[in-house]
T-cell receptor, first 112, second 112 residues
């Protein structure tokens, strides 16, 4: 079974902190994605990566950056956390064009 | 821009009834359509993937159809059970990277 693992289920951080959300997949997938999910706004794409060290902006990249130094790991970085980044963050991976996407268990981030 | 709509937003049925969930999309140029299940506070679980060239997919009590030309997909869940209570999301892929465009979801409650 494909497994996508996010490092934390719940996080509480202070405004202005630098925050790292980690995601690891174990199926050698090329593509990895970070989404955020908010009530009334649904799931929105923040960033994605199609190869090691390659990244592309999604629909809402402002305030975020990403890192992919190894194929299996994709990190989302909040450079200076703000309260409007309180959200559920979901990582996903897929292997090739048209392939099934698999999601992690989600990280509920609260910025206070 | 691709728009994905799910109707109804919420649905309550007694145990044993069949569930019918609808998903529509505005741009028929999709690579695939995927149905997910999400339990409260959790990540997304992939249920079915339908490639753009397919008309339907089945897995156990679940059957999903796709009519690309009319921009519609329907998820049928036969003989519903209380354990089927969850939010069901559909998503389409419209580019080669596998980025997903989601509907807002249908929240399902199956009462014993």
């Amino acid at each position: 079974d494909v497994k996508v693992t996010q490092s934390s289920r719940y996080l509480v951080k202070r405004t202005g902190e630098k925050v790292f959300l980690e995601c690891v997949q174990d199926m050698d997938h090329e593509n990895m994605f970070w989404y955020r999910q908010d009530p009334g706004l649904g799931l929105r794409l923040i960033y994605f990566s199609y190869d090691v060290k390659m990244k592309e902006k999604g629909d809402i990249p402002e305030g975020y950056s990403v890192s992919r130094e190894k194929k299996e790991r994709f990190s989302l970085i909040l450079e200076s956390a703000s309260t409007n980044q309180t959200s559920m963050y979901l990582c996903a991976s897929s292997s090739f064009q048209g392939a099934e996407a698999f999601f992690g268990q989600g990280t509920r981030l609260t910025v206070v | 821009k691709q728009e994905v709509t799910q109707i109804p937003a919420a649905l309550s049925v007694p145990e044993g009834e069949n569930l019918v969930l609808n998903c529509s999309f505005t741009d028929s140029a999709i690579y695939n359509l995927q149905w997910f299940r999400q339990d409260p506070g959790k990540g997304l679980t992939s249920l079915l993937l339908i490639q753009s060239s397919q008309r339907e997919q089945t897995s156990g009590r679940l059957n999903a159809s796709l009519d690309k030309s009319s921009g519609r997909s329907t998820l049928y869940i036969a003989a519903s059970q209380p354990g089927d209570s969850a939010t069901y999301l559909c998503a389409v892929t419209t580019d080669s990277w596998g980025k997903l465009q989601f509907g807002a979801g249908t929240q399902v409650v199956v009462t014993p």
